[in-house]
Protein backbone atom coordinates (compact mmCIF):
# COMPACT_ATOMS: atom_id res chain seq x y z
CA UNK A 1 0.00 0.00 0.00
CA UNK A 2 1.33 3.43 -0.58
CA UNK A 3 0.65 6.26 1.92
CA UNK A 4 1.51 10.07 2.07
CA UNK A 5 1.28 11.51 5.55
CA UNK A 6 0.75 14.82 7.06
CA UNK A 7 3.06 17.23 9.11
CA UNK A 8 1.76 15.63 12.45
CA UNK A 9 2.31 12.21 11.85
CA UNK A 10 6.21 12.03 11.88
CA UNK A 11 6.01 14.82 14.65
CA UNK A 12 3.73 12.74 16.59
CA UNK A 13 6.05 9.79 15.97
CA UNK A 14 9.32 10.99 17.28
CA UNK A 15 8.20 12.87 19.88
CA UNK A 16 7.20 10.58 22.84
CA UNK A 17 5.58 13.57 24.99
CA UNK A 18 3.36 14.72 21.69
CA UNK A 19 -0.56 13.63 22.46
CA UNK A 20 -0.40 12.05 18.76
CA UNK A 21 2.33 10.06 19.94
CA UNK A 22 0.69 6.39 20.27
CA UNK A 23 -1.34 6.83 17.24
CA UNK A 24 1.38 7.88 14.99
CA UNK A 25 3.33 5.06 16.63
CA UNK A 26 0.63 2.25 16.17
CA UNK A 27 0.47 3.92 12.38
CA UNK A 28 3.83 3.97 11.04
CA UNK A 29 4.95 0.55 12.67
CA UNK A 30 1.39 -1.23 11.12
CA UNK A 31 3.01 -0.29 8.08
CA UNK A 32 6.81 -0.14 8.15
CA UNK A 33 6.28 -3.02 5.27
CA UNK A 34 4.58 -0.57 2.98
CA UNK A 35 5.52 2.49 1.13
CA UNK A 36 4.71 5.73 3.19
CA UNK A 37 6.07 9.19 1.40
CA UNK A 38 6.73 12.54 2.95
CA UNK A 39 7.52 15.56 0.24
CA UNK A 40 10.66 18.29 0.76
CA UNK A 41 7.47 20.82 2.50
CA UNK A 42 6.23 18.09 4.64
CA UNK A 43 10.15 17.17 5.66
CA UNK A 44 11.07 20.90 5.81
CA UNK A 45 7.79 21.62 8.60
CA UNK A 46 9.09 18.58 10.23
CA UNK A 47 12.36 19.86 11.08
CA UNK A 48 11.06 23.47 12.06
CA UNK A 49 8.37 22.34 14.19
CA UNK A 50 10.93 19.39 15.91
CA UNK A 51 13.51 22.18 15.99
CA UNK A 52 11.44 24.72 17.77
CA UNK A 53 9.67 22.16 20.31
CA UNK A 54 12.67 20.49 21.63
CA UNK A 55 13.89 24.46 22.51
CA UNK A 56 10.82 24.50 24.15
CA UNK A 57 11.32 21.05 25.90
CA UNK A 58 14.78 22.08 26.93
CA UNK A 59 14.04 25.27 28.91
CA UNK A 60 11.27 23.32 30.65
CA UNK A 61 13.78 20.66 31.82
CA UNK A 62 15.98 23.15 32.69
CA UNK A 63 13.81 25.14 34.92
CA UNK A 64 12.79 21.89 36.55
CA UNK A 65 16.46 21.14 37.38
CA UNK A 66 16.83 24.39 38.68
CA UNK A 67 13.91 24.34 40.85
CA UNK A 68 14.44 20.84 41.92
CA UNK A 69 18.10 21.69 43.02
CA UNK A 70 16.80 24.65 44.88
CA UNK A 71 13.78 22.55 46.74
CA UNK A 72 14.47 21.34 50.39
CA UNK A 73 11.60 19.36 50.49
CA UNK A 74 10.42 15.56 49.75
CA UNK A 75 7.02 14.34 48.04
CA UNK A 76 5.11 11.80 49.70
CA UNK A 77 4.26 10.79 45.49
CA UNK A 78 4.22 11.82 42.02
CA UNK A 79 0.87 13.57 42.41
CA UNK A 80 2.74 16.08 44.86
CA UNK A 81 5.52 16.33 42.34
CA UNK A 82 3.62 16.98 39.64
CA UNK A 83 1.65 19.83 41.15
CA UNK A 84 4.96 21.00 42.33
CA UNK A 85 6.69 21.17 39.33
CA UNK A 86 3.37 22.58 37.10
CA UNK A 87 3.12 25.30 39.62
CA UNK A 88 6.49 26.35 39.20
CA UNK A 89 6.66 26.64 35.37
CA UNK A 90 3.87 28.37 34.51
CA UNK A 91 5.62 31.18 32.77
CA UNK A 92 7.13 27.84 30.01
CA UNK A 93 5.40 27.79 27.31
CA UNK A 94 5.54 24.31 26.42
CA UNK A 95 1.96 22.62 26.46
CA UNK A 96 0.82 21.62 29.57
CA UNK A 97 -0.22 18.48 28.80
CA UNK A 98 3.18 17.72 27.42
CA UNK A 99 5.03 18.69 30.54
CA UNK A 100 2.93 16.63 32.27
CA UNK A 101 3.69 13.39 30.21
CA UNK A 102 7.29 14.42 30.44
CA UNK A 103 7.09 14.59 34.40
CA UNK A 104 5.22 10.98 34.31
CA UNK A 105 7.74 9.64 31.83
CA UNK A 106 10.21 10.93 34.08
CA UNK A 107 8.97 9.18 37.63
CA UNK A 108 7.86 6.22 36.16
CA UNK A 109 10.81 5.08 34.58
CA UNK A 110 12.97 6.26 37.92
CA UNK A 111 10.77 3.67 39.60
CA UNK A 112 9.66 6.45 42.76
CA UNK A 113 7.25 5.67 45.17
CA UNK A 114 8.35 7.98 47.69
CA UNK A 115 10.14 11.38 46.19
CA UNK A 116 13.40 12.07 48.61
CA UNK A 117 14.32 15.91 47.11
CA UNK A 118 18.07 15.23 46.85
CA UNK A 119 17.36 11.66 44.78
CA UNK A 120 14.96 12.93 42.24
CA UNK A 121 17.19 16.27 41.78
CA UNK A 122 20.30 13.98 40.52
CA UNK A 123 18.08 11.80 38.80
CA UNK A 124 16.10 14.43 36.90
CA UNK A 125 19.95 15.38 35.86
CA UNK A 126 20.65 12.14 34.50
CA UNK A 127 16.93 12.57 32.82
CA UNK A 128 17.94 16.23 30.62
CA UNK A 129 21.22 14.46 29.51
CA UNK A 130 19.46 11.64 27.92
CA UNK A 131 16.48 13.55 26.94
CA UNK A 132 18.11 15.08 23.52
CA UNK A 133 19.48 11.79 22.78
CA UNK A 134 16.43 10.02 22.69
CA UNK A 135 15.12 11.92 20.37
CA UNK A 136 17.60 11.59 17.99
CA UNK A 137 17.60 8.02 17.88
CA UNK A 138 13.65 8.49 17.13
CA UNK A 139 14.65 10.52 14.41
CA UNK A 140 16.51 8.20 12.87
CA UNK A 141 14.44 5.63 12.75
CA UNK A 142 11.91 7.50 11.42
CA UNK A 143 14.42 8.76 8.34
CA UNK A 144 14.77 4.67 7.91
CA UNK A 145 11.01 4.77 7.40
CA UNK A 146 9.87 7.78 5.16
CA UNK A 147 10.18 7.82 1.71
CA UNK A 148 10.73 11.42 0.35
CA UNK A 149 8.75 12.58 -2.97
CA UNK A 150 10.70 15.78 -3.88
CA UNK A 151 8.42 17.99 -5.71
CA UNK A 152 10.34 20.98 -4.28
CA UNK A 153 8.64 23.59 -2.16
CA UNK A 154 6.52 25.83 -4.59
CA UNK A 155 4.72 22.56 -6.19
CA UNK A 156 1.23 24.07 -5.36
CA UNK A 157 1.83 26.62 -7.91
CA UNK A 158 1.55 23.82 -10.48
CA UNK A 159 -1.53 22.87 -9.36
CA UNK A 160 -2.75 25.97 -8.21
CA UNK A 161 -6.78 25.43 -9.01
CA UNK A 162 -6.63 22.43 -6.66
CA UNK A 163 -5.13 24.09 -4.27
CA UNK A 164 -7.25 27.25 -4.47
CA UNK A 165 -10.35 24.93 -4.61
CA UNK A 166 -9.13 23.37 -1.28
CA UNK A 167 -9.09 26.66 0.27
CA UNK A 168 -12.55 27.51 -0.66
CA UNK A 169 -13.44 24.43 1.41
CA UNK A 170 -12.10 25.84 4.40
CA UNK A 171 -8.81 23.26 4.32
CA UNK A 172 -5.64 25.80 5.57
CA UNK A 173 -3.48 27.35 3.39
CA UNK A 174 -0.43 25.06 4.59
CA UNK A 175 -2.50 21.98 4.23
CA UNK A 176 -3.75 22.98 0.75
CA UNK A 177 0.25 22.89 -0.27
CA UNK A 178 1.01 19.68 1.31
CA UNK A 179 -2.31 18.00 -0.37
CA UNK A 180 -0.87 18.89 -3.73
CA UNK A 181 2.34 17.66 -3.01
CA UNK A 182 -0.13 14.28 -2.35
CA UNK A 183 -1.47 14.85 -5.55
CA UNK A 184 1.68 14.63 -7.29
CA UNK A 185 2.65 11.57 -4.97
CA UNK A 186 -0.41 9.55 -6.42
CA UNK A 187 0.41 10.29 -9.66
CA UNK A 188 3.34 7.96 -9.82
CA UNK A 189 1.92 5.91 -6.57
CA UNK A 190 -1.38 4.11 -7.50
CA UNK A 191 -4.06 3.96 -5.30
CA UNK A 192 -2.48 6.52 -2.88
CA UNK A 193 -4.06 7.05 0.99
CA UNK A 194 -3.74 10.40 2.39
CA UNK A 195 -3.16 10.02 6.26
CA UNK A 196 -3.38 12.95 8.63
CA UNK A 197 -4.39 13.43 12.52
CA UNK A 198 -6.56 16.31 11.78
CA UNK A 199 -10.04 15.22 12.06
CA UNK A 200 -11.60 18.07 11.40
CA UNK A 201 -9.79 18.99 7.84
CA UNK A 202 -9.86 15.09 7.05
CA UNK A 203 -14.07 15.93 7.91
CA UNK A 204 -13.91 18.78 5.73
CA UNK A 205 -11.84 17.28 2.65
CA UNK A 206 -14.50 14.27 2.63
CA UNK A 207 -17.44 16.17 2.58
CA UNK A 208 -17.10 17.10 -0.78
CA UNK A 209 -16.16 15.75 -4.62
CA UNK A 210 -12.05 14.79 -4.76
CA UNK A 211 -12.26 12.98 -7.55
CA UNK A 212 -10.26 16.12 -9.37
CA UNK A 213 -7.07 14.57 -7.07
CA UNK A 214 -4.98 11.89 -7.44
CA UNK A 215 -5.36 10.36 -3.91
CA UNK A 216 -7.83 7.24 -3.87
CA UNK A 217 -8.52 7.85 0.20
CA UNK A 218 -8.34 11.05 2.74
CA UNK A 219 -8.41 8.58 6.38
CA UNK A 220 -7.76 10.50 9.81
CA UNK A 221 -5.07 8.10 12.34
CA UNK A 222 -6.59 10.18 15.41
Not at 11 to 26: A, F, M, N, P, Q
Not at 54 to 65: A, P, T
Not at 78 to 107: A, H, M, P, S
Not at 182 to 191: L, P, Q, S, V, Y
Request: net charge neutral.
Amino acid sequence: MNFFVDTNIPIGYTVIHDRLHEKSKTFIDNHETDSIFWSTLVKKEYHETLNDLIDEVKIFLEYCKSILKANQNDFINYYEFENFILNKTKECTLDYRKKQKILEDFWKNTNFNEGIGEIIYFKFREFLHDFQQLYIKRQKMLREIMILHNCGLDNYLRYFNYAKQLYEWGVHRPDCKIIADAHDCGKTHDNLIFVSADKKMIKIITSHNTSFLNIAEFKSCN
